[in-house]
């Protein structure tokens, strides 16, 4: 479905290539929060710009392309910080009403693949 989305909702050609995802350590992942970091990788290896290790990503991808909100937000931006990342893409929607003078992490709001994209690679 992901795929599906960046090729539809950002243009990317994705259908004439092969694409394989390996989770670290075979973990079994059923959150959603993880589509948005799956959709930078596929974007990172398609501009073959790799992402720094530094930056982490929570949240959903809907069909349309937009960025949804995903739980426990502020648990996750702490979690980020606390393990040294510099920067952390959510959803807009997240991002409303939080209190980032909390956080070191830079916080990127986000509320579309496209505009993923951009915000990553210019």
């Known amino acids: 479905m992901l795929l599906a989305v960046l090729e539809k909702r950002a243009g990317f050609r ?42 982490a990503f929570a949240a959903e ?25 510099e920067k952390i893409f959510v959803s807009k929607y997240n991002a409303k009403g939080l209190d980032t003078k909390r956080f070191k992490i830079e916080i990127v709001p986000v509320a579309s693949v496209y505009e993923l994209g951009a915000e990553l690679f210019g």
């Open 14 to 55: 994705l259908s004439i290539k092969d694409v394989f995802l390996n989770i670290a350590g075979g973990l079994h992942v059923d959150d959603p929060a993880i589509d948005l970091a799956v959709i930078a990788a596929v974007l990172s290896s398609n501009a073959d710009i790799p992402i720094p290790s530094r930056y």
């Open 61 to 85: 991808v809907g069909l349309s392309g937009e960025i949804r909100a995903v739980t426990r937000i502020e648990a996750r931006i702490a979690e980020a910080d606390k393990l040294g990342f």
